[in-house]
C-alpha cells in the first residue's frame, strides 16, 4: 500500500483542517488506516485509526471530541477533521496503514506514509 499524506497547513488556534491520506497498491478496505503525530523535539504519538471497513473509530484522549477520523473506501481515501485546534496539535501528521489495527495504534504499522506538517499559531 501506498499512501500520501495531504492537507497540513497553518491555521490560528481554534480554528480547523482538514488532512486527507490517499492510498493506491492493494486493497484499500482490508487495512486500518489511522494517523500518527510527532512533534518538534518529541516522540511519535498516535492520533486516530478507523477499522478496515470503517464504522469504528478510536482516538488518543488529547484529540477526542475534536478530531474526527472517516473514510471513503470508494475513493481510498481516509480523512482526518481537526476542530478546536491548539497550538500543541503543531506536529508532522503521517498516516499509517496494517490490516491489524493494534498494528497502528502501538506505532508499528505496515505501512507509513510521507508526513504534512500542521502548524497551529496561538
Known amino acids: 500500500v501506498q499512501l500520501q499524506a495531504f492537507g497540513g497547513g497553518l491555521v490560528q488556534a481554534g480554528g480547523s483542517l482538514r488532512l486527507s491520506c490517499a492510498a493506491s497498491?492493494?486493497?484499500?478496505?482490508?487495512?486500518?488506516v489511522g494517523w500518527v503525530r510527532q512533534a518538534p523535539g518529541k516522540e511519535r504519538e498516535f492520533v486516530a485509526v478507523?477499522?478496515?471497513?470503517?464504522?469504528?473509530?478510536y482516538y488518543a484522549d488529547s484529540v477526542r471530541g475534536r478530531f474526527t477520523i472517516s473514510r471513503d473506501n470508494a475513493k481510498d481515501i481516509v480523512y482526518l477533521q481537526m476542530n478546536s485546534l491548539k497550538p500543541e496539535d503543531t506536529a508532522v501528521y503521517y498516516c499509517?496503514?496494517?490490516?491489524?489495527?493494534?498494528?497502528?495504534?502501538?506505532?508499528?504499522?505496515?505501512?507509513w506514509g510521507q508526513g504534512t506538517l500542521v502548524t497551529v499559531s496561538s
Open positions: 497498491g492493494r486493497t484499500f478496505y482490508n487495512y486500518a
Open positions: 478507523v477499522k478496515r471497513r470503517g464504522g469504528s473509530e
Open positions: 499509517a496503514a496494517d490490516q491489524v489495527l493494534h498494528s497502528v495504534v502501538v506505532l508499528s504499522p505496515e505501512y
